[in-house]
Nanobody
């Protein structure tokens, strides 16, 4: 019923920038919080940043001042602008959205397919 499709990511040198996008589609009634998570090899998935429908944001300490989360409610899309990237930012990045559908008014959690971000010289 709901699909989250991610784009962006890839290989970048330390200090470089990347922008991730995640677009939600399907039988959407409303979208609540949207966010980005990441999982490095051998580690648990961790929160990177979240943004509410009203625009309030939360960031992991490790990315504060370097990453910016934003959303376009008209496009049902969330973005993650990543600047000053470090090798320790290397991970698979996943978007997440809490979505209420036309048939289910209770918000459920949906995940994107994941995209690899590699920071290396």
């Amino acid at each position: 019923q709901v699909q989250l499709v991610q784009s962006g990511g890839g290989l970048v040198q330390p200090g470089g920038s990347l922008r991730l996008s995640c677009a939600a589609s399907g039988s959407i009634f409303s979208i609540g919080a949207m966010g980005w998570y990441r999982q490095a090899p051998g580690k648990q998935r961790e929160l990177v940043a979240t943004i509410t429908s009203g625009g309030s944001t939360v960031y992991a300490d490790s990315v504060k001042g370097r990453f910016t989360i934003s959303r376009d409610n008209a496009k049902n899309t969330v973005y993650l602008q990543m600047n000053s990237l470090k090798p320790e930012d290397t991970a698979v990045y996943y978007c997440n959205s809490r979505v209420a559908t036309m048939t289910s008014p209770r918000e459920l959690s949906y995940w994107g397919q994941g995209t690899q971000v590699t920071v290396s010289s």
